[in-house]
């Protein structure tokens, strides 16, 4: 059986559980969500490495409060919101690129952008990529070193709580930022690389100086690997 399958049929056992706690507790006003948000179709991608392996340049702390409650947050929140309605047969991608901007949204994008943004790093990452992906970024930006500095700058720059994403825009590689929950899937972008900046990222490693956050992420942490695996799968139809 296939994990998502072994997913819905313990959603399935867990829906039965908490209606039975449910109606032996309180009563539960028609089409209010689920009260247990683990039952909904949504579920949180492990890590892909422990919790401690972007130490010290993102400390065990950080990556425990950042995955194991901001993302995991945003999950429940995904599968509240969902719960009942057509949107929980809906995959993750069909809803951050088509739901109106609000909650629904938030929830979908920061779901998908803490995955993304995880497996955009990896222990012993930075340096530069190489091969096509290299060339394109010459290409594009004229240098890595200038890619380097448009992407620092629009991770540092960015007002407020956001992203900083390498993308390719028609064939073209660019440096853009969204805000809150933005992701670039909505402007018909493909994501390659992103770099959250919302405070939870960094706070408790770096207090307010987000460019030394950046500045290690961006060397010591990047996945070239996995933006180069983006950018080969974005080049088929
Ligand atoms: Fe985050």
Known sequence: MS???KSLLLAAALCVWAAAASSAAEPVAPGAAAPNAETGPFTLPPLPY???????FISTETVRYHYG??????????NNL???KPEAGRTLEELVKTVPTGPLFNAAAQVWNHTF??????PNGGGEPSGDLAAAIARDFGS???FRE?????????????????????????VVQTSNAGNPLRQGQTPLLTLD?????????????????????IDRLLDWGFAQSNFAKAGKP
């Open 150 to 174: 448009q992407f620092s700058q629009a991770a540092g720059s960015l007002f407020g709580s956001g992203w900083a994403w390498l993308v390719l825009d028609n064939g073209k590689l660019k």
């Open 197 to 217: 900046v919302w405070e939870h990222a960094y706070y408790i490693d770096y207090r307010n100086v987000r460019a030394e956050y950046v500045e290690a992420a």
């Open 69 to 78: 409650k901001h993302h995991k947050g945003y999950v429940t929140v995904l």
């Open 117 to 122: 943004y995880w497996n955009s790093l990896k």
């Open 3 to 5: 994990n998502n399958g």
């Open 144 to 146: 890595f070193a200038q």
């Open 82 to 84: 969902t719960a009942g």
């Open 50 to 56: 422990g919790e401690g392996a972007l130490s010290p």
